[in-house]
């Protein structure tokens, strides 16, 4: 029990994984974590040496949704690392020990590894009513956060609770439910969110912060750019018919079969960074929009009191791009609150007008129209 | 003072539950069970459009992810008067099915199984002998000397590198485990495969729903359409992926679950009369085979057994406002007209108001208010829901599939038909009804062919679909049976927007607080007379809690004789 943690690589060695099978699973690391060829020594260094990590994984207000889509991801060895290579000392949903035996093992490791663990949460803390809302072992959930991050090296907040207050949060936030970043400063805050976020993307951003002691690089709102850099529209395989004006209409309708856009049902895609058009769900198999629904923008902050879902977004306040329509296939508007660049959401009257008889045939946008439209399009995704 | 022992949090669960027992004589005298965290999802639902209730009404949980899906639009559809297209039936029947496999399995293997393996025991453990244990239970390929050696290898080192990570302060060496070091190593081993093969089962979901957790439902039958000859539709890949999973699910439930479940039961037949609690059940019923408005045809009977009388199922009418009531009496919400009173959910309130002690607390008073979790009854009946329920239910209405089933375990374990009501008849009939599940999913998926080669390829029914269509007001309820019980939401639509809307869930049904009248529910009840071996390692009051499959968020404490914590830490 005395001797020195072993190393990610040394686990892996007596788990029968060649060397040959480790360095593949590094340049996978490092593909996932969007690090350059030229990055995949210092992966294979850093797993080859340094002892699992040990974790901390909380859950205040959650749906346990974030800890399921975790346990899939795809490639076994990297459930492995997950698992086995990082040390997860607490987490309510899997271990072994339960009431005061599991609350020493959190509190053992945040005074064994004080500065070094790293915390994820899963949930928002409700702040209302002194915090009654929500209460583990006889404590606040705020209580427990507060504690925990003053120790922590890094924070990830799990999924949409965490991250933006998701459902809980929504109108009219019975409990005062708060995204962590509104509660901690001082420790590195990771936003992953969704609803859930997607279980590579979750295992990435832990292979990120494993293999290169220190936090991807953040977009505006704390996220990790390699996955919340995309809008789901523009990583759309469904884009083409967007742009074509080719739209579905009702569910189930012709078109739904033949697998049009589904931005007139009010798909949130033009509004959602995520990877699910790149990365898609449970090993690629499919995501939302492949599967005929649109987006419903879970990754998005306020998600919940953008809707109703199925009213599309052209008829938002804050949209007011209607006039455009006539005279450009596409434009920009910025959409409200989070100074985010969206791509122009038109209706795509002219469009639709121009291929209106064109749809049920099948038929495709004139070819210079298209092109016209493609552009003006490129030229808005930069605005 | 009576002997408390308090368990907050109870792990392997989801959600927040909290558990205060009374100790006397090595055996639990009283229980108190105290769901501590709560969203207020009725609060937000409230002058939604209800086409998006599944949305959210999902999110309740995303364990069981799916089911409140399923009752959500089942709800609104009632209210609205929609009759979904077969196919839609057909794969919410498969989407239903995958959930339970793969909910069933992560709950044995991952949530329950710690309370009757013991991880360290399995270092001691001869391989060659593991393997031949295997091979005599199961044809299963994954048994060889060597592959054991090799799991054994690998666990010895995770146990020497001092970070044991979720197997830290575990009840290991504890009296109550019973199985050989062998049977602790296959264990172990299974727990591991489980984990690998449960992300493949939930690809049925991403196929029909987008993704999973919580794929993509839609009022008025499902979202995504038929057409062979589409790349972008359901055609003869996509359908040859789910006939695949549903394969590859039945071979792992047949051959790792059931001789797991089977081999592990053998050696705790015991626990076959610990736990029972509870002499009443509750069941909608679910999987309809003639569509949904026929419950008679459903593979899970609709209906109600009291007092243990296997000898007659009662109906169940969701409708009638004398039947399914929610009280507030030991619940942190205040009632318009009174606390004593009984509401059905479509008069249902929820208004918050906490009374407990200020946190940080040590215990909850429990003769005042002590739970999130309103108090259900059945024609004021505590009921227990859940697989035991389904079973018997099933039984007792003569499903002779059920019956021989049943018949041929008990003949196997060679136990009386009493031991079903305890804490392992619960995880046995989980398991049970998980294989049945298994066979009935290839039925859905050969009707869902046939009926794609007749020529019916609808999946959407749009004709109420437009609020325009749609009544000033109605009323409506959706019933389905989550994994862990019988769940139903009651709608109350104005306007076109939703002015109440109330879940009442198995949770709510098994790890309520006490009536006005000082009935227990499920948990509470099922706790009486557990013998506890060591209040410092409750491993016995887990076993029956986690034969229940919680699902809330709940915290448990412990304390000794004199009424102390117990802060003792025990490491291997």
Request: with cysteine; proline share 6%.
């Amino acid at each position: 029990m005395s001797r020195p943690p072993v190393t990610i690589w040394e686990h892996a060695r007596m788990q029968g994984y060649s060397r040959r099978d480790f360095l593949q699973f590094c340049s996978w690391l490092a593909a996932a974590a969007g690090i350059e060829a030229s990055g995949v020594g210092q992966v294979v260094h850093a797993l080859t040496t340094k002892p699992r990590l040990p974790v901390v994984w909380f859950h205040f207000q959650e749906c346990t949704c974030c800890s399921e889509s975790f346990i899939r991801s795809s490639h076994p060895i990297v459930a492995d690392i997950i698992l086995d290579k990082i040390s997860l000392d607490y987490t309510e949903t899997l271990q072994a020990a339960a009431g005061h035996q599991a609350e020493a093992a959190l509190h053992a490791t945040m005074e064994k590894y004080k500065g070094e663990y790293l915390m994820l949460v899963e949930g928002s803390v409700p702040t209302e009513a002194g915090g009654v809302y929500c209460c583990i072992a006889g404590r606040t959930a705020l209580d427990i956060v507060t504690e925990a991050a003053a120790g922590a090296k890094a924070i990830v907040c799990w999924g949409s609770c965490a991250s933006n207050g998701c459902i809980q949060g929504a109108k009219p936030n019975p409990t005062g439910a708060t995204p962590i970043y509104k509660l901690i400063s001082g420790t590195p805050i990771v936003n992953v969110p969704g609803c859930p976020p997607i279980a590579e993307v979750m295992a990435g951003t832990i292979v990120h912060l494993l293999a290169f002691d220190r936090v991807p690089q953040l977009d505006g709102l704390g996220r990790p750019r390699a996955f919340y850099s995309r809008r789901v529209h523009d990583t759309c395989y469904r884009r083409p018919n967007y742009d074509a004006g080719l739209f579905v209409e009702a569910f189930d309708d012709q078109n739904a079969r033949r697998g049009y856009c589904l931005y007139q049902m009010g798909c949130r895609g033009p509004v959602t960074y995520n990877a699910c058009g790149v990365t898609r769900w449970n090993n690629g198999v499919s995501f939302p929009i492949q599967s005929g629904h649109g987006c419903i923008g879970c990754s998005e902050a306020n998600f919940w009191d953008n809707g109703p879902f199925y009213q599309h977004l052209a008829s938002f306040p804050g949209f007011g791009v209607e006039t455009t329509a006539d005279t450009v296939g596409a434009a920009v508007a910025a959409v409200t609150g989070a100074g985010i660049a969206a791509h122009a959401i038109t209706t795509n009257i002219r469009k639709r007008k121009i291929i209106a008889d064109g749809i049920d045939r099948g038929r495709v946008v004139p070819a210079a129209k298209a092109a016209d439209e493609r552009a003006a399009d490129t030229k808005g995704s930069k605005g | 003072m009576a002997n408390r022992v308090v368990i907050d949090p109870i792990t392997r669960i989801e959600g927040h539950l909290r558990i205060e027992v009374e100790v006397k004589d090595g055996k639990v005298v009283d229980a108190y069970s105290s769901g501590t965290m709560v969203r207020g999802f009725e609060l937000i639902l409230k002058g939604r459009d209800p086409r998006d209730a599944w949305a959210f009404a999902e999110r309740a949980c995303g364990v069981c992810t799916t089911v409140h899906a399923l009752a959500s639009v089942r709800t609104v559809e009632d209210a609205l008067n929609i009759t979904v297209p077969p196919n839609a039936e057909l794969i919410r029947n498969l989407m239903f099915c995958a959930q339970y496999l793969q909910d069933h399995v992560v709950h044995f293997y991952h949530l329950h199984a710690l309370d009757w393996v013991d991880v360290v025991s399995a270092l001691k453990a001869d391989p060659r002998k593991t393997s031949e244990l295997a091979q005599s239970i199961s044809n299963w390929p994954r048994s060889s000397p060597g592959y054991f050696s090799d799991l054994q290898k690998r666990l010895t080192a995770f146990v020497e590198s001092g970070q044991l990570g979720i197997f830290a302060n575990g009840y290991w060496g504890h009296s109550a485990y019973k199985l050989p070091p062998e049977a602790n190593l296959m264990g172990v081993a299974h727990y591991l495969e489980a984990l690998e093969w449960q992300k493949e089962m939930v690809k049925v979901h991403t196929i029909f729903g987008g993704k999973n957790p919580h794929p993509n439902y839609l009022v008025g039958g499902v979202p995504c359409s038929i057409n062979i000859d589409e790349s972008n539709a359901l055609n003869a890949e996509r359908l040859a992926m789910v006939g695949r999973l549903f394969e590859q699910g039945r071979e792992f439930v047949e051959k790792v679950y059931i001789p797991d479940l089977l081999a592990v039961a053998s050696f705790y037949k015991d626990w076959g009369a610990i736990g029972g609690g509870l002499r009443n059940y509750l069941v909608y019923g679910d999987l309809p085979t003639h569509g949904y408005r026929d419950p008679s045809k459903f593979k899970f009977p609709r209906g109600a057994i009291l007092d243990r009388n296997l000898n007659e199922v009662l109906p169940v009418d969701p409708r009638d406002a004398t039947e399914v009531q929610e009280f507030v009496s030991h619940s942190w919400y205040d009632y318009e007209a009174g606390d004593g009173t009984g509401l059905h959910p479509w008069a249902g309130e929820t208004k918050l108001n906490y009374t407990g002690p200020k946190p940080p607390y040590e215990y909850l008073d429990v003769q005042q208010k002590y739970s999130w979790l309103k108090t259900p009854r059945w024609k004021g009946h505590p009921m227990e829901v859940g697989p035991l329920a389904r079973v018997l239910v099933a039984y007792a209405s003569g499903s002779k599939e059920v019956q021989e089933l049943v018949g041929a375990v008990l003949k196997q374990l060679d136990v009386p038909v009493a031991a079903l009501f305890s804490t392992l008849g619960r995880t046995a009939a989980r398991g049970l009804e998980t294989k049945l599940i298994a066979g009935w999913a290839m039925e859905f998926y050969a009707q869902l062919l046939a009926n794609i080669k007749n020529g019916d390829t609808r999946t959407h029914d749009h004709t109420a679909w437009h609020p325009e269509t749609w009544p000033a007001e109605a009323k409506g309820v959706g019933l389905t049976e989550a994994p862990r019980g019988a769940l139903a939401h009651w709608i109350v639509i104005k306007d076109s927007k939703i002015d109440n809307y109330q879940l009442v869930v198995p949770s709510t049904w098994n790890a309520s607080p006490r009536d006005a009248q000082g009935q227990m529910s499920a948990y509470e009840s099922a706790l009486i007379g557990t013998p506890i071996a060591d209040p410092d390692q409750p491993l016995e009051v887990l076993r029956t809690i986690h034969s229940f499959d919680p699902c809330i968020a709940c915290a448990v404490h412990l304390h000794d004789e004199h009424g102390r914590y117990v802060h003792q830490l025990r490491v291997f």
